[in-house]
């Protein structure tokens, strides 16, 4: 079974400053994908950026970027030039081998973004 | 487009009685989830459908939940002689199949709170 871990509950950051947010997995597989999603006040889930395990670069969206240990299994989140809206839940979840894909989530990481 | 609906997005009800929650996913996607979200356990798998059959119900936390799912299309997750402890935000996502079925985005409804008085 794969278990994610966001050591997190909460962080802060100021507008257009750079946070980073954590988390570390464990598993068995060889083959899976990463995912950080973003939970707004909506509580609709958002996708930010997904890493495949088998890609050794990290993975890039505007102004969200991964920092991908494999070794490690760490997969942190940083948010450059944050914005208010990036205030939301974030989090950090893992999919692979016979899963169909379902999502194994961390516990979340409450980010706040002072103006 | 539409993205994934849910329906009702709040729910109040008596404990003993059952519920029917109902998500309408993106049109085209045949991979559907149900996830449970509460203080206690976090966001929960609850189980999946591929088109109209369901391969991995393993998240179901006990025999008074059932889903199914009509015509590839809306699904239905019922509960059966609520519980308190059944209180939560029950969220659906739908994404399209492809053959490295795990790295697909799953796209998420809004959710439906649930209360059990």
């Known amino acids: 079974a794969q278990t994610v871990t966001q050591s997190q509950p909460e962080m802060s950051v100021q507008e257009a400053e750079t946070v980073t947010l954590s988390c570390t997995y464990d598993?068995?597989?060889?083959?899976?994908?990463l995912f950080w999603y973003k939970q707004p006040p909506s509580r609709q889930m958002i996708l930010v950026i997904r890493?495949?395990?088998?890609?050794?670069q990290n993975a890039t969206e505007n102004r969200f970027s991964v920092n991908f240990q494999k070794a490690a299994k760490s997969f942190s989140l940083k948010i450059s030039d944050s914005q208010l809206g990036d205030a939301a839940m974030y989090f950090c979840?893992?999919?692979?081998?016979?899963?169909?894909?379902?999502?194994?989530f961390g516990q979340g990481t409450i980010l706040t973004v002072h103006p | 487009g539409a993205g994934v609906s849910q329906s009702p997005s709040n729910k109040v009800t008596e404990k003993g009685k059952d519920v029917e929650l109902r998500c309408d996913p993106i049109s085209g996607h045949t991979a559907l989830y149900w996830y449970r979200q509460s203080l206690g356990q976090g966001l929960e798998f609850l189980i999946y459908?591929?088109?109209?059959?369901?391969?991995?119900k393993s998240g179901l936390p006990s025999d008074r939940f059932s889903a199914e799912r009509t015509g590839g299309s809306v699904s239905t997750l019922t509960i059966q002689r609520t519980q308190q402890e059944d209180s939560a935000v029950y969220l659906c996502?739908?994404?399209?199949?492809?053959?490295?079925?795990?790295?697909?985005?799953?796209?998420f409804g809004p959710g439906t709170r649930l209360t059990v008085l």
């Open positions: 979840a893992f999919a692979g081998g016979t899963s169909y894909g379902k999502l194994t």
């Open positions: 459908f591929q088109g109209n059959s369901a391969p991995d």
């Open positions: 890493q495949e395990a088998y890609k050794q």
């Open positions: 598993t068995s597989e060889s083959d899976y994908y």
């Open positions: 996502a739908s994404s399209l199949e492809r053959t490295e079925a795990f790295g697909n985005e799953q796209f």
